[in-house]
Nanobody
Framework: QVQLVESGGGLVQPGGSLRLSCAASGFTFSRYAMNWYRQAPGKARELVARITSNGGSTNYADSVKGRFMISRDNVENTVYLQMNSLKPEDTAVYYC?????????WGQGTQVTVSS
């Protein structure tokens, strides 16, 4: 079965950095685009970043462009989100997502809190 397991969240001061990881299993990882979403309290879940199956193309939400970078390792079946220059408004639960055979799979999420 498809499993997505996020890690790397935590508490960081404004201006700091974190690197999130998402370990994938149960499907042919290298054939699918991967996404990072986030959901802040009281807000809708939003797409943060997307990467194509071979890593050749990426897209970002305007709010994170220039600060976040998505990457993947198709040998380790892992997708990453490097987050730099973090702001309090980046505080949210971050989710890894893949659409496999038309079904959306989600990880359990990892909490990122940006606060001094």
């Amino acid at each position: 079965q498809v499993q997505l397991v996020e890690s790397g969240g935590g508490l960081v001061q404004p201006g700091g950095s974190l690197r999130l990881s998402c370990a994938a299993s149960g499907f042919t990882f290298s054939r699918y685009a991967m996404n990072w979403y986030r959901q802040a309290p009281g807000k809708a879940r939003e797409l943060v970043a997307r990467i194509t199956s071979n890593g050749g193309s990426t897209n970002y939400a305007d709010s994170v462009k220039g600060r976040f970078m998505i990457s993947r390792d198709n040998v380790e079946n892992t997708v990453y989100l490097q987050m730099n220059s973090l702001k309090p408004e980046d505080t949210a639960v971050y989710y890894c997502n893949a659409v496999v055979y038309g079904y959306a799979y989600w990880g359990q999420g990892t909490q990122v809190t940006v606060s001094s």
